[in-house]
């Protein structure tokens, strides 16, 4: 057992171990392993510099950080105290990806890969993958990324990208027009844009600052295209901003401000990007959920239902996940103040101011394997000339199969006064007794989501959604329904 300069406790095993006191060196020969922040390195030479802090290897070796994570290498010369180092010929498993490179540099913050190649895919001739000049993983951001890339399907090339970000996303508070980052476009249909195809090309500014140049067409209104950005100035501030060219329907877009002003640790099997160093990759996402949240916005021509609504200035206080009376209850709270303008189906245009509460309290209760979800929900909506209160309760049953989770559900209306000035608000709102089911499943490679709420009042759907997805060894294909507006997506994704 070694400590080192550093602090860390370093474990070193070999067949033969020799320490050459004035240089303060240890040379190690024959099969070895060093076990190192959780990490276990395996090796037939090795020389480490205890003054210095430094570990050389010169032959192959081996890292396993994790039963998911292995890394095959050729030399390594790493300083453990500054954290900086060099691997050649990397050849690493993290999860479900495979990555090669000609070189591994590693710096405190991030870590770079030089000719990679990338896929998820473990067949010896992959079915895809990505040749990139560099890739750049920044653990503590949750960020990956590579450059000057090509795409070979079935070992043809197939297209070039300049920049691809692999980010996780946790950053991203509006994800609906964040970065659009899948390599293939999404095709579906709406009423107001009729079939469309819509996809993004990324860029990366910096692992805080990202985004995407989004480009399709719309059936109904022609060219679609525009830019989305996204901004992290730390871990607890994010801003993003998009603008986009809705052809005959003119323009959309937004900028929201949030800050994450109460977190709690995020629960992850993954190792602590605090321990980022050539044994291990780290982890590619935060480590901090956001609880509490305060949000500024404006947005204008936003697609909801069957309406664009226009959030001119709005302000969100959100909590959410918050235990209750020792876990028994969780409660989460949206407080929301601004004004709102619609533009109907019909091109009438509705302007409101309008402050809201919504409040949610769930418990859940285990009987003999079959899970209770009793919730209760508040809506409270003050408008400039009236105002829309709900209180309602809900009783769901899941049950655990072999097949999947189906479930069960019955809402009572408890209490109900005033309406909406607001087409989209109404539409499809939760507000009179009603039963639901859902159906979530898998069979093999294939998924299916089916969710329905059948109102009891209106003799009607008011929830009605079907989503297909297919995983074919690396790929997924996903199909989405929503029978009531007529919204239909397809996309494919690499698995």
């Known amino acids: 057992?070694?400590?080192?300069?550093?602090?860390?406790?370093?474990?070193?095993?070999?067949?033969?171990?020799?320490?050459?006191?004035?240089?303060?060196?240890?040379?190690?020969?024959?099969?070895?392993?060093?076990?190192?922040?959780?990490?276990?390195?395996?090796?037939?030479?090795?020389?480490?510099?205890?003054?210095?802090?430094?570990?050389?290897?010169?032959?192959?070796?081996?890292?396993?950080?994790?039963?998911?994570?292995?890394?095959?290498?050729?030399k390594m010369h790493y300083n453990i105290k500054k954290k900086i180092g060099q691997v050649a010929s990397l050849d690493a498993r993290i999860e479900k990806a495979f990555i090669r490179g000609n070189s591994l540099t590693v710096t405190p913050n991030k870590l770079l890969i030089g000719q990679s190649v990338f896929t998820t895919c473990d067949l010896p001739s992959p079915h895809y993958k990505i040749v990139s000049k560099?890739?750049?993983?920044?653990?503590?951001?949750?960020?990956?990324?590579?450059?000057?890339?090509?795409?070979?399907?079935?070992?043809?090339?197939?297209?070039?990208?300049?920049?691809?970000?692999?980010?996780?996303?946790?950053?991203?508070?509006?994800?609906?027009?964040?970065?659009?980052?899948?390599?293939?476009?999404r095709f579906g249909s709406n009423p107001r844009e009729g079939s469309f195809v819509k996809g993004g090309m990324s860029y990366l500014l910096s692992p805080a600052s990202m985004g995407s140049i989004d480009l399709g067409y719309m059936e109904k209104n022609g060219p679609y295209w525009g830019i989305s950005h996204h901004h992290t100035p730390d871990p607890l501030h994010h801003i993003t901003g998009y603008l986009h060219s809705l052809g005959m329907e003119g323009w959309d877009g937004g900028l929201v401000y949030q800050w994450d002003f109460l977190t709690l640790p995020r629960v992850s099997s993954q190792a602590d990007p605090s321990t980022l160093h050539p044994l291990n990759l780290g982890k590619f996402q935060p480590s901090q959920l956001g609880t509490g949240q305060l949000t500024f916005m404006s947005r204008f021509n936003e697609l909801i239902n069957y309406s664009r609504v226009d959030h001119k200035a709005q302000a969100e206080l959100l909590f959410h996940n918050i235990s209750v009376d020792k876990d028994r209850f969780v409660v989460e709270t949206t407080f929301k103040v601004g004004q709102i303008g619609e533009k109907t189906f019909e091109n009438r245009y509705i302007d409101s101011f309008c402050a809201q509460n919504e409040t949610t309290l769930v418990s859940k209760i285990d009987v003999a394997g079959v899970i209770l979800i009793p919730e209760t929900h508040y809506y409270g909506n003050w408008y400039s000339d009236r105002n829309w209160q709900r209180l309602m309760a809900t009783l769901k049953m899941t049950f655990n199969t072999f097949w999947g989770n189906p479930s069960l559900a019955y809402s009572k209306r408890l209490m109900g006064s005033g309406g909406s000035p607001f087409e989209f608000d109404q539409q499809f709102a939760f507000q009179h007794d009603e039963v639901g089911y859902s159906i979530q499943g898998k069979w093999g490679s294939l998924e299916c989501q089916i969710f329905q709420n059948f109102d009891l009042e209106t003799k009607r759907f008011r929830l009605s959604t079907i989503s297909i997805s297919s995983g074919i060894h690396c790929w997924k294909t996903i199909f989405s329904w929503d029978t009531l507006t007529g919204q239909v997506g397809l996309g494919a994704s690499l698995n």
């Open 134 to 185: 560099k890739m750049e993983i920044y653990p503590d951001m949750g960020v990956v990324a590579s450059f000057d890339n090509l795409l070979f399907l079935q070992g043809i090339p197939l297209l070039w990208l300049p920049v691809y970000v692999y980010g996780s996303g946790s950053y991203n508070p509006l994800s609906s027009h964040f970065a659009d980052t899948s390599i293939f476009p």
């Open 1 to 74: 057992m070694i400590t080192a300069e550093s602090g860390d406790l370093i474990l070193l095993q070999a067949d033969g171990i020799s320490f050459d006191e004035p240089a303060s060196r240890l040379v190690a020969t024959g099969n070895g392993v060093v076990t190192f922040r959780g990490s276990h390195l395996y090796f037939t030479d090795l020389v480490y510099d205890i003054r210095n802090d430094q570990l050389d290897i010169e032959k192959k070796f081996k890292i396993v950080s994790t039963p998911n994570q292995t890394i095959f290498a050729q």
